[in-house]
């Protein structure tokens, strides 16, 4: 049932820009946003009660506008928090876009066999676990072995949203997983601590490990929150070397609980292409990559 407009919760965090800029670069047709949210609207998909923020509207209209106005061809649409496991509005997004977008759950102890396979169906190609503290904190080990063997006979996928603080511990778990995993975020480094951190050096360590892929998404998490995050551009450039044929690039639009400046998602499109000027390396990022994990054809 929709919520009546007086039901309706107000946001907590910032919306993204009303008029991002048109990037100056040209993306590769089947270019692909690997990540970014469908929130409400709220009247229609309500927000989850236990939800850790409440975010402003953005809906799959202002998505699919945001791509075509980016050049983006297709798309990953990951599951929020404020969404919980009720996962209507992402299914209905990924209907709409007439197979252009794929999709990533968040699942629990309750998910099934027949519930994973319904989403299957829906388009969902992987599973997220938020072990950031404002999140949530890790999730149980029990729950977390529990969706990995029902996504494993799918061919799913991990997405993991971790802090970078952790991937030194968090590494000899990952490389036991029976599925491949994709770090979120570049694992939220700070790149005030250098490309010689632990965790940068835990996020390069991973070009070894054939099933981990990393996302250069998220930049002005990294950067020090003033646009156009250019500090974050020698992080991407060494994750992007390092693992050419297994990095993803997103957006991260709507941008929910940013703390610094709201990211311009045509500059973030530029900001890319000063991190990654090879065009070869380019297309396997945008298009090739994204292709092969999510099935895009």
């Known amino acids: 049932m929709a919520l009546s407009m007086q039901e309706v919760p107000v946001p907590d965090c910032r919306p993204p820009l009303a008029s991002p800029s048109r990037p100056r670069h040209a993306l590769p047709p089947g270019a692909c946003d690997a990540h970014c949210h469908v929130f409400g609207p709220g009247d229609v998909f309500p927000y989850a009660e236990g939800r850790s923020y409440t975010p402003p509207d953005a809906s799959f209209t202002s998505m699919a506008a945001?791509?075509?106005?980016?050049?983006?061809?297709r798309a990953?649409?990951?599951?929020?928090?404020?969404?919980?496991?009720?996962?209507?509005?992402?299914?209905?997004?990924?209907?709409?876009?007439e197979g252009r977008y794929r999709g990533v759950a968040l699942l629990g102890a309750d998910a099934t066999a027949a519930s994973v396979k319904a989403l299957h169906e829906g388009g969902v190609r992987a599973a997220r676990f938020n072990f950031v503290p404002h999140l949530g904190g890790a999730p149980e080990p029990a729950v977390f072995d529990h969706v990995?063997?029902?996504i494993a006979p799918l061919g799913w996928h991990l997405c993991l949203h971790?802090?970078?603080?952790?991937?030194?511990?968090?590494l000899p778990r990952l490389l036991t997983l029976p599925v491949p995993f994709v770090v979120d975020h570049m694992g939220r480094l700070k790149a005030a601590d250098g490309l010689d951190s632990p965790a940068m050096r835990a996020l390069l360590s991973l070009a070894d490990v054939g099933q981990a892929w990393v996302k250069v998404s998220g930049i002005d998490r990294i950067a020090?929150?003033?646009?156009?995050f250019v500090e974050g551009i020698p992080f991407v450039r060494a994750l992007v070397e390092a693992l050419p044929d297994r990095t993803l690039w997103g957006t991260d639009w709507p941008h929910p609980n940013v703390a610094g400046d709201m990211p311009d998602d045509g500059e973030?499109?530029?900001?890319?292409?000063e991190a990654c000027p090879d065009a070869g390396l380019r297309q396997r990022v945008l298009v090739d990559n994204p292709a092969r994990l999510y099935g895009f054809q």
Not at 162 to 170: R, Y
Not at 224 to 228: D, F, K, L, W
């Open 224 to 228: 020090a929150g003033r646009r156009p």
């Open 76 to 97: 990953v649409v990951v599951q929020a928090n404020c969404h919980g496991s009720d996962h209507r509005a992402l299914l209905d997004a990924l209907a709409r876009s």
């Open 268 to 273: 973030l499109v530029d900001t890319f292409f």
């Open 162 to 170: 971790v802090d970078g603080a952790m991937l030194p511990e968090l």
């Open 66 to 73: 945001l791509h075509a106005h980016l050049g983006i061809g």
């Open 148 to 150: 990995v063997k029902l």
